[in-house]
């Protein structure tokens, strides 16, 4: 398989000014290979370095050792093609849905019906088709979010970052928006890495899970999802191999031996 995404035995440490010897590292040594279209998860216990760590696969912060390389290329700021979900849908409010997408295409010089066509691709994948002209207040949570992965995506990226993107919701709201991002994510083959607390989470959406520990952050294990994607809760429920990869994670999360 194609490697997209490869992390580079890549450190992060945080130097205090005038006190050196207080340096913190956030993440250690950590090195991942992420094929194209595969879906990775990182979790762990709160100070692991999984937000660090995407954040230095986006580029928003740059690695202090090592290097994050993707399709080729070093990543050294922001790299272009990449989309964001954040745990807030941090959408504009005074812009309308279709502002929002309209916003990200402004500088990829886009004819008027390039972007038209491009918005109305996502907001019918995204089922917003009818909320064109919603402002982001009218918009329940769910469909804020929905609206948020329709922004990320409307550029087609070939990686989709998502930092806890589903964790502010109601638990239903949350398993049919789970249903939805697998089956669009499954029909564009987006390469694509979550950030969750949540093992059922990870174990749903995954091809693998990467568990991370800390002090500083490292990679502890990588566990593989052998379950086809996309999925639906109703064959996750009662499922003994889903079961088996929730109970080794939660284990290697929670430190039980």
Request: aromatic fraction near 6%; charge should be negative; hydrophobic fraction near 45%.
């Given at each position: 398989?194609?490697?997209?995404?490869?992390?580079?035995?890549?450190?992060?440490?945080?130097?205090?000014?005038g006190?050196?010897?207080?340096a913190?590292?956030?993440?250690?040594?950590?090195?991942?290979?992420?094929?194209?279209g595969?879906?990775?998860?990182l979790?762990g216990?709160?100070?692991?370095?999984?937000?660090?760590?995407?954040r230095?696969?986006?580029?928003?912060i740059p690695?202090?050792?090592?290097?994050?390389?993707i399709?080729?290329q070093?990543?050294?700021?922001v790299?272009d093609?990449?989309g964001?979900?954040?745990?807030?849908?941090?959408l504009?409010?005074?812009?309308?849905?279709?502002?929002n997408l309209?916003?990200?295409?402004k500088?990829k010089g886009?004819?008027?019906?390039?972007?038209?066509?491009?918005?109305?691709?996502?907001?019918?994948?995204t089922?917003?088709?009818?909320?064109v002209?919603?402002?982001?207040?009218?918009?329940s949570?769910?469909?804020?979010?929905r609206?948020?992965?329709?922004?990320?995506?409307?550029?087609d990226?070939?990686v989709?970052?998502m930092?806890?993107?589903?964790?502010?919701l109601?638990?239903?709201?949350?398993?049919?928006?789970?249903?939805?991002?697998?089956g669009?994510?499954?029909?564009?083959?987006?390469?694509?890495?979550?950030?969750?607390?949540?093992?059922?989470?990870a174990?749903?959406?995954?091809?693998?899970?990467?568990v991370?520990?800390?002090?500083?952050?490292?990679?502890?294990?990588?566990?593989?999802?052998?379950l086809?994607?996309?999925?639906?809760?109703?064959e996750?429920?009662?499922?003994?191999?889903?079961?088996?990869?929730?109970?080794?994670?939660?284990?290697?999360?929670?430190?039980?031996?």
């Amino acid at each position: 398989m194609t490697t997209c995404i490869a992390v580079r035995d890549v450190s992060k440490t945080y130097e205090r000014p005038g006190r050196r010897a207080e340096a913190f590292t956030a993440l250690a040594n950590v090195s991942l290979d992420i094929a194209e279209g595969e879906f990775i998860s990182l979790i762990g216990a709160s100070g692991c370095g999984k937000t660090t760590l995407l954040r230095m696969i986006s580029g928003l912060i740059p690695a202090s050792t090592g290097e994050v390389v993707i399709n080729g290329q070093r990543v050294d700021g922001v790299p272009d093609r990449i989309g964001f979900v954040f745990q807030e849908p941090a959408l504009l409010p005074w812009r309308s849905v279709r502002d929002n997408l309209a916003f990200v295409l402004k500088r990829k010089g886009m004819s008027a019906e390039q972007v038209q066509a491009a918005i109305d691709d996502k907001l019918r994948l995204t089922n917003l088709q009818d909320f064109v002209g919603y402002y982001p207040q009218a918009l329940s949570g769910g469909m804020q979010q929905r609206a948020g992965l329709a922004r990320a995506l409307v550029g087609d990226p070939d990686v989709l970052l998502m930092d806890e993107p589903l964790s502010a919701l109601d638990a239903f709201t949350r398993r049919r928006l789970q249903e939805d991002i697998a089956g669009i994510l499954g029909t564009l083959g987006t390469t694509t890495i979550l950030v969750t607390h949540d093992v059922d989470e990870a174990v749903f959406f995954s091809d693998r899970i990467v568990v991370m520990g800390a002090s500083p952050g490292s990679v502890r294990e990588i566990v593989n999802v052998p379950l086809g994607r996309p999925r639906q809760h109703a064959e996750i429920i009662g499922n003994p191999e889903a079961a088996k990869i929730r109970d080794h994670v939660l284990s290697l999360v929670l430190d039980i031996h």
